[in-house]
């Protein structure tokens, strides 16, 4: 097939829920990615956060290929080996807990919100804060702080209440005999990479510890090692009640996880909760491949080192282009928030090769790939500052 076939058949074909970049790709390797005319890219944005291994990590192939050859799917009704692997390991580099396994962000915190309900056994609310997001589901999407989701698609699940990010007032204003849980993400990431300050995330624990309700973390964008550290609530010296992975856990795989804390684990029971996929032989050995490679390849350190080399440089930028209004970020996620709006920029870097990503209109995401080379950022760094030059 030709290009213009491909989008033609797409066009045809294919719901358009997506604004699309007319590019096709047929292969990719590390950071970098080949469109169908060989074409080469620099990926830093890979798949949403999907990509913390790069594209098609060796060791995440090669356990996928085994583990097709021995057996595809077992339900949830029997046991097998990988799933059995992968929760410890989940648990041992997290927090003393249970996981439940399903396919996605959505679906993930989908299960923590009906944890919520059945533990809160009559208390149901849920606070959650403004730009926030937590996925397309019903539920979730109510829970999403973002009144652009939800348009046109009342009426959404009672249930939620939604506050000012970084405002413990606000939350403290919000709790009422009927809150069951406060649920966040640690760094906004559709919400324009927007970092929680530290005493706010320990007087939140305190909160909920005193009024006995769960505090939920949302790590499907900012889990496995983005930050620098495993799991982004490292960073504040907090345990979570529940947490929710998914995005890069899988190496491109699709996954979702809810951990619960072991205390409150038996919330839960048999036919209560349930998913036909959710952790699947194959699934579950590529995840176990992604944790690995992060240990053995001491991914996290590299994080840190790179992360504050990229935080450096953008930094520089800031100081010389007024256009740029701010830096934020931890580890390799950065947000760079522009005085003007960022889509042009993404469009001018992508002629030059540089896949990055705008988040809430304003925002340059980059979140390359977790073992991405130094020469890798300076390349991307100095493609951006070409940018920076035309907008003054
Ligand atoms: C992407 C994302 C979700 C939704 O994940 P899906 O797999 O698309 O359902 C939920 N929460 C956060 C923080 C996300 O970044």
């Not at 097939?1 to 990719?28: D, H, Q, R, W």
């Not at 000012?164 to 009927?178: F, P, Q, R, S, W």
Request: glycine letters at 10%; charged letters at 25%.
């Amino acid at each position: 097939m030709k290009k213009e076939e491909v989008f033609a058949v797409y066009k045809e074909n294919i719901l358009p829920t997506y604004s699309k970049v007319p590019l096709v790709f047929v292969k990719g390797k590390g950071s970098r990615l080949f469109d169908l005319d060989s074409r080469e890219y620099l990926d830093f944005f890979p798949g949403w956060g999907v990509g913390n291994l790069g594209h098609c990590h060796p060791k995440v192939m090669q356990a996928v290929r085994d583990q097709v050859s021995k057996l595809i799917f077992i339900p949830n009704n029997y046991y097998h080996l990988a799933q059995a692997k992968l929760a410890a390991e989940l648990v041992r580099v997290s927090f003393p807990g249970k996981v439940f396994f399903c396919n996605s962000g959505a679906e993930a915190n989908e299960a923590a919100i009906k944890f919520s309900r059945k533990f809160g056994n009559g208390r149901y609310e849920v606070i959650t804060f403004e730009n926030s997001f937590h996925g397309r589901t019903l539920a979730a999407l109510a829970a999403t702080g973002q009144k652009k989701y939800q348009d046109g698609f009342a009426p959404m699940p009672e249930g939620f209440k939604t506050v000012k990010y970084n405002d413990l007032e606000a939350v403290k204003a919000a709790i009422t005999d009927k809150t069951a849980a406060i649920m966040l993400e640690l760094i906004q990431g559709e919400g324009g990479i927007n970092v929680a300050e530290k005493d706010f995330v320990l007087a939140l624990r305190k909160t909920c510890d005193e009024k006995k309700l769960l505090l939920i973390i949302d790590e499907v964008q900012t889990g496995i090692g983005r930050t620098g550290k495993m799991f982004c609530f490292q960073h504040y010296g907090i345990t979570p009640d529940i947490l929710t992975l998914a995005k890069a856990l899988g190496g491109g795989l699709p996954i979702g996880v809810m951990i619960a804390r072991k205390e409150i684990s038996d919330t839960l029971g048999p036919g209560m909760h349930a998913s036909t996929f959710g952790g699947g032989p194959v699934i579950c050995r590529a995840a176990l491949a992604v944790l690995q490679a992060i240990e053995k390849e001491k991914i996290l350190n590299h994080v840190t080192q790179m992360g504050a080399y990229l935080f450096g440089r953008l930094e520089e930028l800031k100081k010389t282009f007024t256009v740029i209004k701010d830096v934020r970020g931890i580890g390799l996620m950065a947000g760079v928030e522009l005085n003007i709006p960022g889509k042009q920029i993404v469009e001018n870097c992508l002629q030059k090769r540089l896949l990055i990503n705008c988040t809430h209109e304003r925002v340059l995401r980059l979140m390359p790939a977790l073992n991405v080379s130094k020469g890798n950022v300076d390349k991307a760094v100095r493609i951006i500052k070409e940018e920076m030059k035309r907008c003054g």
